[in-house]
């Protein structure tokens, strides 16, 4: 049946103690549909500039993206320019973002795309987010992603949006600033009081809080020896998560359980290398053994 997902593709140059990539393929929505992808067809909506490279597109098609509304239009793709120092992997320096294209973009989509019924709403502004939605006839599961300049700059509107939303996945700094709790259980009942029916906490490295109506739950993240590159973790947490989820069509307890690991251990791939460097050529069987192994570290299995 398939899943939507509207956010950004980029062009992104990022320098890490591991060393320098410029142009990658970047961007939330590329991200979470590298990992979504292992488990539900992915239409991936968004826009790109002309100089928006070919071999980028043809790789996204090689995933199997569907591309139907992708948008390619005149000017330039938007970019990011990023580093992360030896002392602290877990908090990108931004350099330099260049919105492009990405400055007046209203999200388009086809007939059929508009009766699809799985949609999430990646890092992108609260607007373009509401327009997509606006467009699906019957939402059934709506995730939603944000990050702290929408909560400074467009609460208004990203208010009303967390109201329509089923998930609502953002990070544990995102948490504190959209509530004022510093305490993130606290943060996540706060957030739940607005209208979701699960929060998702991310909190890095030290793994990720869930809280919903009928469950509460925490895991801890998949132990890596080097962190390569961290871009596009969370997008990839919140691909794998939400691809389970709607593979499965469900929302209980032990599928969103299940839903969270397989996110865990996508994001512990995703670090490993540049981009997609080592999401992209994954394979369930891989994926698989991790999430073996992350049980057994977390004590869920004996």
Do not use: C
């Amino acid at each position: 049946m398939g899943l939507l997902v509207l956010g950004t593709v980029a062009l992104d140059d990022v320098k890490t103690p591991s060393g320098v990539k410029k142009a990658m393929l970047g961007g939330s929505a590329a991200h979470f549909t590298m990992s979504a992808r292992l488990f539900d067809d992915v239409h991936l909506v968004g826009v790109v500039g002309k100089d928006f490279p070919k071999v980028h597109l043809n790789f996204l098609k090689s995933k199997g993206a569907n591309l139907a509304s992708l948008t390619i239009a005149e000017g330039q793709t938007f970019r990011w320019t990023g580093e992360y120092k030896k002392d602290d992997l877990n908090s990108a320096i931004t350099h330099a973002t260049k919105l492009g294209v990405l400055a007046n973009y209203v999200p388009e989509l086809t007939e059929s795309q508009k009766k699809m019924t799985h949609v999430f709403l990646a890092n992108l502004a609260p607007d373009a987010q509401g327009r997509l939605l606006s467009l699906i006839k019957s939402p059934e599961l709506v995730g939603l992603d944000t990050m702290n300049l929408w909560i400074n700059t467009a609460m208004k509107d990203l208010r009303r949006l967390i109201k329509r939303a089923d998930i609502f996945v953002l990070n544990d700094g995102e948490s504190k600033l959209l509530t004022g709790e510093q305490n993130i259980v606290k943060a996540a009942q706060a957030i739940r009081a607005m209208g979701p029916k699960v929060v998702v906490i991310k909190k890095g490295e030290h793994g990720v809080y869930v809280l919903g109506a009928k469950f509460e739950f925490g895991f801890p993240a998949y132990p890596v020896d080097r962190v390569v590159d961290p871009t596009g973790a969370g997008d990839t947490f919140a691909g794998g998560m939400f691809g389970y989820l709607s593979k499965v069509r469900k929302m209980d307890e032990k599928s969103f359980r299940r839903a969270v690991l397989y996110g865990t251990v996508l994001a512990s791939f995703n670090v490993q290398g540049f981009g997609m460097g080592r999401t992209a050529p994954l394979s369930m069987r891989e994926v698989e053994v991790r999430l073996k192994e992350f049980q057994k570290f977390a004590g869920l299995i004996s």
